[in-house]
């Protein structure tokens, strides 16, 4: 029998002490989730506005001041009319004059009755029947918490994000204040621009690709006559952040709802079809070309990081998982220690993105000159 590999004590207390801080720090995140969870989006709305601000000085002739504001007022105000846009087109889409709301009920029994004869059963239930069995009001009223959570959320949101604005005014000295060599500041400033190029690059793919599915997703729905096709658009670009998941409600939902507005399977079939294949093209054939070393994730650890995200911080989670991935993979690529788990992470063994492919992203980022002259 092989014996067993044996650990100095040293290593063994450093590893249990790795683990119970692990703990600790996961109970201390969903403990905390209700104030970190702003303060996490107000952090990736803040990367956002850096680079919309970079992106616009350098396309235009305003200087950083102006182009920071421009940037602000940007980001801020489609941010609240994403929320708005998703209240009001749900409501919408629901009332009375969209029709939705009279016929879902003799719909879904006539649904029932079609698939019950195609597979030759006898008395299928009604959607009454099956309401009664489900706990409609519980769902209700936690639909109502969540939504009054969106808008307070969205005020801390706003106030976190007003606070890291202004904080940025010392961010340089604080760097220097922190890491007085040259040598240290100058890897201190790599670590926190690769940070940031990751996160930049997998907005920039995600926005461009999405883009693209909404194009054809928005043609194809305005041809079968969905109604409301805008609304479900813009669910399609903003679920399109969320991995897995995302890709599944794009794709699934409109379909879904045709089945409820038109007397005929054809136009679901061909929005299932449609979507489906849009998906796959633009997932399969664009996107991998796109990201590059932008995004060197295993794919099981994008999984994972939906789910524990999701199961931390919910629906905010799900949308922050990848980044926080991204940010996590570069962070622990810096150190000797753990620089494995950053291994782990990467989806070919190597969580450094090659300097060349990631140049465009760190083009008017925090340099080491600006460090030197802070």
Not at 194 to 212: F, N, P, S
Not at 217 to 223: E, F, P, Y
Not at 287 to 298: E, V
Request: charged share 15%; with cysteine; glycine share 8%.
């Amino acid at each position: 029998m092989k014996s067993p590999i044996t650990m100095q004590s040293s290593a063994v207390s450093r590893n249990a002490l790795v683990l119970i801080a692990t703990v600790a720090a996961g109970a201390a995140l969903y403990w905390l989730r209700d104030i970190l969870t702003p303060l996490a989006m107000a952090v990736f709305l803040l990367i956002m506005i850096d680079g919309v601000k970079r992106s616009v000085a350098a396309r235009t002739p305003l200087n950083d001041r102006w182009a920071g504001t421009a940037a602000l007022l940007l980001v801020v105000l489609a941010f609240f009319a994403s929320i708005a846009i998703i209240v009001n087109g749900a409501a919408g889409f629901f009332g009375e004059a969209s029709g939705v709301s009279q016929n879902i009920g003799p719909r879904i029994d006539q649904i029932i009755r079609d698939v019950y004869a195609l597979i030759r059963l006898n008395n299928p239930p009604t959607a009454q029947d099956l309401i009664n069995g489900v706990d409609l009001r519980g769902y209700l009223t936690s639909v109502a918490f969540q939504v009054q959570g969106i808008a307070s959320g969205a005020f801390f949101v706003l106030v976190y994000l007003g606070f890291l604005l202004a904080s940025q005014i010392g961010f340089r000295r604080k760097i220097i204040a922190m890491f007085p060599h040259r040598h240290q500041r100058d890897e201190a400033i790599a670590v926190f621009n690769r940070v940031r190029g990751g996160v930049e690059g997998y907005l920039w793919v995600q926005t461009v690709t999405g883009a693209l599915i909404c194009a054809a997703a928005w043609i194809l729905m305005r041809a079968v006559g969905l109604q409301n096709a805008e609304f479900w658009t813009f669910v399609i670009f903003i679920v399109g952040f969320i991995p897995v998941l995302g890709g599944a409600v794009a794709g699934l939902a409109p379909p879904l709802f045709a089945l409820v507005q038109f007397p005929s399977y054809w136009p679901a079939l061909i929005l299932l079809v449609g979507l489906q294949t849009i998906l796959f093209i633009v997932g399969n054939l664009v996107q991998p070309r796109m990201q590059g070393d932008n995004q060197n994730i295993d794919p099981v650890v994008v999984l994972l990081a939906l789910a524990f995200w999701g199961k931390l911080w919910g629906v905010v989670g799900m949308f922050l998982s990848t980044p926080l991935a991204v940010m996590a993979m570069a962070i622990l690529a810096e150190f000797k220690g753990s620089r494995w788990m950053a291994v782990l992470l990467s989806g070919d063994g190597e969580p450094y993105a090659d300097e060349h492919k990631t140049a465009h992203h760190r083009r008017g980022s925090f340099s080491k000159d600006d460090a030197d002259e802070a």
